[in-house]
């Protein structure tokens, strides 16, 4: 994981006298692999995006028919 450096130049006076020359860097006070555990399975997510697709045309498809049925009926 690359952390952000801070130019010497932009640094307050302070942290100048401390670092000398030198630009600021961070370092990770953890592992990102310690607090990144995500387990991921690709053919579940495909899935389940393939059904809500569905389930999203079939929705938009009785909105349809619902509205052209309004349209229909005599006022």
Same mark, same amino acid.
């Given at each position: %994981?690359?952390?952000?450096?801070?130019?010497?130049?932009? !640094?307050?006076?302070?942290?100048?006298?401390? !670092?000398?020359?030198?630009?600021?860097?961070?370092?990770?006070?953890?592992?990102?692999?310690?607090?990144?555990?995500?387990?991921?399975?690709?053919?579940?997510?495909?899935?389940? =995006?393939?059904?809500?697709?569905? %389930?999203?045309?079939?929705? =938009?498809?009785?909105?349809?028919?619902? =509205?052209? =049925?309004?349209?229909? !009926?005599?006022?």
């Amino acid at each position: %994981m690359e952390l952000p450096k801070i130019k010497n130049e932009d !640094l307050p006076e302070e942290l100048r006298k401390i !670092l000398g020359n030198n630009d600021a860097e961070f370092e990770p006070i953890v592992d990102p692999s310690d607090i990144l555990d995500i387990p991921y399975d690709y053919g579940s997510y495909e899935e389940g =995006r393939q059904k809500t697709a569905e %389930m999203f045309v079939n929705a =938009r498809k009785k909105l349809q028919e619902i =509205r052209q =049925r309004e349209t229909e !009926l005599p006022e």
